[in-house]
T-cell receptor, first 114, second 111 residues
Framework: KAGVTQTPRYLIKTRGQQVTLSCSPI?????VSWYQQTPGQGLQFLFE???????NKGNFPGRFSGRQFSNSRSEMNVSTLELGDSALYLCASSLNPGASTEAFFGQGTRLTVV | QQPVQSPQAVILREGEDAVINCSSSKALYSVHWYRQKHGEAPVFLMI?????EQKGHEKISASFNEKKQQSSLYLTASQLSYSGTYFCGTEFDQGAQKLVFGQGTRLTINP
């Protein structure tokens, strides 16, 4: 059974540009959550999608957005990149939202903004 | 709202035991434990729901004290493979799927 797949693994962008990251959840998993990991702030929740709907959103500016497709794949977009957006972006999938089910993380996309 | 993990770092010799604590100032519905090795994805260890349930996973177990809003992760007879950073993720509302993670505890196991 394939795990959570995130692409690309590494990305270098310039300030002001925008970026799109992709996440393919484990087959059969319908809930996808996104997290930002930095040395200073740790793991911070960005948003969660289920059935193509955003169910929860973390405390991030509107430059951060996401969506989920009918096949449960998800993308997140960051517009007008800032140096502080440099981080490891992790996607986690779970079978269903709620009921405190376990979440499985992908390897992440390492974004560097220069 | 971020839970506080303690200690921040611990160094052990193989075979020794360790306890990692995760405390919240807000009432918890569940606590999730993950281990992350350098350059890898966090790996799920276990979930504890409110109710004081204790769970086990090989030589790794955990408890959840609802009165104290605290969870503890116990690693007994530690192995080299246990090295990594341990995170607790807390869920305040049932079904929220919005985990608030602690800052992590770096565990180093030496031969």
């Amino acid at each position: 059974k394939a795990g959570v797949t995130q692409t690309p693994r590494y990305l270098i962008k310039t300030r002001g540009q925008q970026v799109t990251l992709s996440c393919s959840p484990i087959s059969g998993h319908r809930s996808v959550s996104w997290y930002q990991q930095t040395p200073g702030q740790g793991l911070q929740f960005l948003f969660e999608y289920f059935s193509e709907t955003q169910r929860n959103k973390g405390n991030f500016p509107g430059r951060f957005s996401g969506r989920q497709f009918s096949n449960s794949r998800s993308e997140m977009n960051v517009s007008t990149l800032e140096l502080g957006d440099s981080a490891l972006y992790l996607c986690a999938s779970s079978l269903n939202p709620g009921a405190s089910t376990e979440a499985f993380f992908g390897q992440g996309t390492r974004l560097t903004v220069v | 709202q971020q839970p506080v993990q303690s200690p921040q770092a611990v160094i052990l010799r193989e075979g020794e035991d360790a306890v990692i604590n995760c405390s919240s100032s807000k009432a918890l519905y569940s606590v999730h434990w993950y281990r992350q090795k350098h350059g890898e994805a966090p790996v799920f260890l276990m979930i504890l729901l409110k109710g004081g349930e204790q769970k086990g996973h090989e030589k790794i177990s955990a408890s959840f004290n609802e009165k104290k809003q605290q969870s503890s992760l116990y690693l007994t007879a530690s192995q080299l493979s246990y090295s990594g950073t341990y995170f607790c993720g807390t869920e305040f509302d049932q079904g929220a799927q919005k985990l608030v993670f602690g800052q992590g505890t770096r565990l180093t196991i030496n031969p």
